[in-house]
């Protein structure tokens, strides 16, 4: 699997221009007649001018204009403005393409977890991040347990393979965030002296309770900081009496939990 993207700039949510359009103001810059830049890069004279007239009016101001004296009696050329415009986006540009080679670099190790991640809602992948440092990892012929201290010295266990281990260069020490998806939570209210085979148990106040049709979307708030996003049943959640103050717990398992390091 390779990753790849593209950057785009907008204008209250009016699409300025991405990497063709601002190879077509370079090449204004550098031929200097919109003749030869739409020919330089691949568009027709019109659809050239359309977008440089796009651009002006979306730019708030010109980005290209016509000056006397070039070839055919005057030619084109960027405003101070345009030629700020082209270098900066170059900038954000490389920074971005740095940025996709880096997670392109280790998709070979992380395909299922960024398949995953994409069909997860991003507000709810977002509610379940967690970082912190990795306090302990123990190595497995196929399978790694990763143990990630995090706000308020709570742990989260999680269970990946050896290939993502080494991919993402974890160690003891070492900086790293844990995504678990809102699904894979249980909610418990009263679990006494119980026994749960799976490893991670997170204990805090109910923060909301959000009833649906079908399921009902449940915040815990933790000690020191962080809140764990839960999908239950409806019933469920009437069945728990769940209520903001109330105290629960979100179960989930070690094989549930993806962790991932900072670029």
Do not use: C
Not at 46 to 73: F, T
Not at 144 to 154: F, M, R, S
Not at 187 to 198: D, F, I, K, P, Y
């Amino acid at each position: 699997m390779e990753l790849e993207g593209n950057v785009w700039m907008t204008i209250d949510g009016q699409k300025l221009g991405g990497p063709d359009r601002v190879a077509l103001l370079a090449a204004v810059a550098s031929a200097g007649s919109i003749t030869a830049a739409a020919k330089a890069v691949g568009m027709s004279y019109k659809g050239a001018w359309d977008a440089i007239e796009a651009m002006n009016n979306l730019a708030g101001e010109p980005l290209v204009e016509r000056v006397a004296g070039g070839k055919g009696g005057g030619g084109t050329r960027l405003t101070a403005r345009g030629a700020q415009l082209v270098q900066n986006f170059r900038k954000v540009d490389a920074a971005h393409r740095e940025f996709v080679a880096h997670l392109s670099r280790q998709s070979h190790a992380l395909a299922d977890d960024f398949l995953l991640i994409q069909r997860m809602k991003m507000n709810t992948s977002a509610r379940n991040q967690f970082t912190g440092t990795v306090v302990a990892l123990t190595r497995g012929a196929v399978n790694d347990e990763v143990v990630l201290e995090i706000v308020g010295g709570q742990r989260i266990v999680a269970t990946i393979t050896r290939d993502s281990s080494d991919g993402l260069g974890l160690a003891v020490g070492v900086e790293a965030f844990a995504l678990i998806k809102a699904s894979s939570v249980i909610v418990a209210t009263e679990l006494g002296g119980a026994r749960l085979s799976a490893r991670n148990r997170l204990t805090g106040k109910v923060s909301r309770v959000q009833p649906g049709a079908v399921n009902t979307e449940v915040s815990i708030e933790l000690p020191g900081g962080g809140t764990v996003a839960a999908i239950v049943t409806r019933d469920s959640g009437e069945a728990l009496a769940l209520a903001v103050g109330a105290e629960a717990s979100a179960i989930f398992k070690a094989s549930s939990v993806i962790i991932g390091t900072p670029a």
